[in-house]
């Protein structure tokens, strides 16, 4: 019948297995949501077993509704035991004559920011990877054909079926790795060791050149666009250390010219001191906060986005064209390549920036200077990520280039508005603290 899915005819037992694990996984989340209402049901850990069995719902509806074949569920399976596994080994091997010097407030507050890091990630990379697995680039079959190929596979295998399985494994890599991640973060038993011996940023490492090979290997089906892409991995990592220094030279430049023979201080100014600087490590990690935020935003959308282009992919070959290839590539290919190009950019630089963020690599020595230098250096490129992001969604959210035009133009209509108001509150603000002070010099008057 129109409107049954595919895979319940093609093959019933896989379907149920996913339709089955996927509700039991959403039921359990929506009891979770609930849950973290009641306090006391929180304090009994009965919140961790939902998300446990939420996760674990993912993971067997993944394993069904990713792949056709018996072999490669088991193997996606496998994954997240491996990767538990090696944490486990990481974590004894690299701990067994470690004398624990982290204790007291400071260390696990650093800690603690680092977990929220590292759960920001993997949130990130177990949302795209999962949709991407049930859904890969190239779409699926309508219908079975004269060469054996079988309705609801995907394309991909069987045009180009290496490309598709190193997306298909790297995807599942991604996915399995942020399901285990997930996991160990909930229980401060497990997690506390695994970032102190840096188990998790070696996962986390891993799950995130994953991400990048199967972006480049799902995006494109042609060889030289997915060297392109690495390629441009390397220019943004170019382009970054570049940002980084110039800032220090110039940081450098300036501590030379103001070089002076430091006073001797009392004891209240010590402590103001130390206050601005804990604001200012506050602030830090607020701006931290919020650029992580933005890296995630910026890569879920442009991941889906290059493994899904705008106007779909072609279901046959035939007339030139080639199944599985992007109608936009060969019918309006300008448009296509600056949407590709641009959304490519924009995925990368956020993975570099969240790179930037998750792991603590900066020298104690010059600790504050370099975690200066680096947010600036990542706002920087924020900002380059969101200005290719709106070229991306200009150049593919239509066919016509009037239209492109208008989305530049409501773009700059929208930013004109913002500056019209901040400069009418700045002023506002202005004549307000006028009569302020011309009320006081009155009132001293009289």
């Known amino acids: 019948?129109?409107?049954?899915?595919?895979?319940?005819?093609?093959?019933?037992?896989?379907?149920?297995?996913?339709?089955?694990?996927?509700?039991?996984?959403?039921?359990?989340?929506?009891?979770?949501?609930?849950?973290?209402?009641?306090?006391?049901?929180?304090?009994?850990?009965?919140?961790?077993?939902?998300?446990?069995?939420?996760?674990?719902?993912?993971?067997?509806?993944?394993?069904?509704?990713?792949?056709?074949?018996?072999?490669?569920?088991?193997?996606?399976?496998?994954?997240?035991?491996?990767?538990?596994?090696?944490?486990?080994?990481?974590?004894?091997?690299?701990?067994?004559?470690?004398?624990?010097?982290?204790?007291?407030?400071?260390?696990?507050?650093?800690?603690?920011?680092?977990?929220?890091?590292?759960?920001?990630?993997?949130?990130?990379?177990?949302?795209?990877?999962?949709?991407?697995?049930?859904?890969?680039?190239?779409?699926?079959?309508?219908?079975?054909?004269?060469?054996?190929?079988?309705?609801?596979?995907?394309?991909?295998?069987?045009?180009?079926?290496?490309?598709?399985?190193?997306?298909?494994?790297?995807?599942?890599?991604?996915?399995?790795?942020s399901i285990s991640l997930i996991l160990l973060l909930v229980n401060p038993n497990l997690y506390r060791p695994a970032i102190r011996s840096n188990a998790l940023s070696v996962c986390t490492a891993v799950g995130l050149f994953c991400l990048m090979v199967a972006y480049a290997a799902g995006s494109t089906q042609h060889l030289k666009t997915s060297i392109y892409i690495f390629v441009l991995v390397g220019a943004v990592l170019f382009v970054a250390a570049g940002l980084l220094l110039v800032f220090a030279l110039r940081e450098q430049n300036n501590s030379d010219n103001s070089a002076v023979a430091a006073p001797s201080i009392s004891h209240e100014q010590e402590e103001e001191e130390e206050e601005r600087n804990k604001e200012e490590e506050r602030k830090k990690h607020a701006r931290r906060k919020y650029l992580m935020l933005l890296g995630i935003l910026v890569a879920s959308v442009a991941y889906q986005a290059g493994l899904e282009p705008p106007g779909g992919a072609w279901q046959s070959s035939g007339n030139g064209y080639e199944a599985g290839d992007p109608v936009m590539h060969d019918i309006r290919r300008p448009r296509y390549l600056v949407f590709f190009y641009s959304n490519s950019f924009s995925f990368v630089a956020s993975i570099v920036v969240i790179m930037m963020l998750l792991p603590h690599w900066l020298p104690n020595e010059k600790k504050e200077e370099w975690e200066k230098w680096s947010l600036r250096v990542m706002n920087w490129t924020i900002l380059l990520d969101l200005v290719t992001l709106l070229v991306a969604y200009a150049a593919g959210s239509s066919r016509g280039w009037k239209t492109s035009v208008y989305v530049g133009t409501l773009i700059l209509a929208v930013l004109g508005y913002f500056a019209i108001h901040m400069t009418l509150s700045i002023w506002s603000d202005r004549c307000h603290r006028h009569r302020l002070r011309r009320e006081r010099l009155e009132g001293s008057t009289a």
């Not at 035991?81 to 982290?102: A, C, N, Q, R």
Request: glycine share 6%; charged share 15%; hydrophobic share 50%.
């Open 1 to 177: 019948m129109a409107g049954d899915p595919i895979l319940l005819t093609t093959n019933a037992s896989r379907y149920k297995a996913f339709f089955y694990c996927n509700s039991v996984a959403f039921v359990a989340s929506l009891v979770a949501i609930v849950l973290v209402q009641m306090e006391i049901l929180v304090k009994h850990h009965v919140l961790e077993a939902a998300m446990i069995l939420d996760l674990f719902g993912l993971i067997g509806a993944y394993a069904a509704g990713s792949c056709r074949d018996a072999n490669n569920s088991i193997y996606v399976m496998a994954l997240a035991g491996l990767v538990l596994v090696y944490v486990v080994i990481h974590v004894i091997f690299f701990t067994l004559d470690h004398e624990d010097k982290h204790h007291g407030d400071q260390a696990n507050q650093l800690l603690e920011k680092r977990r929220k890091r590292l759960l920001l990630f993997a949130i990130l990379a177990a949302t795209i990877t999962y949709q991407a697995g049930l859904t890969p680039p190239g779409g699926f079959l309508l219908q079975d054909d004269k060469l054996g190929h079988q309705a609801g596979d995907p394309v991909l295998l069987y045009n180009f079926p290496r490309r598709y399985k190193a997306f298909f494994y790297c995807n599942s890599v991604s996915f399995m790795l």
